[in-house]
């Protein structure tokens, strides 16, 4: 009876260091995901390749060198 209690003992442990294991895997993803966004904090330049020359940001029609 006492190695059934340790076997379970032991097998509820290892599902708990799973667990932890997942959630430290889950947050250091989120914190990945949130210190990705921070770093590209900025307006992305969406204008096309052929150099249409209006701003989207501010809507002047300057030319991409010069904002």
Do not use: F, Y
């Not at 009876?1 to 599902?15: D, K, S, Y």
């Not at 260091?17 to 250091?28: A, G, I, N």
């Amino acid at each position: 009876m006492n190695l059934l209690t340790n076997l379970w003992a032991a097998v509820i442990n290892l599902l708990a260091d799973v667990h932890s294991l997942e959630t430290d895997v889950t947050s250091t993803q989120i914190r990945l995901t949130i210190s990705e966004v921070v770093a590209s904090n900025s307006t992305p330049d969406l204008r096309p390749l052929t150099g249409w020359p209006h701003c989207l940001s501010c809507g002047a029609a300057h030319s991409r060198g010069n904002e």
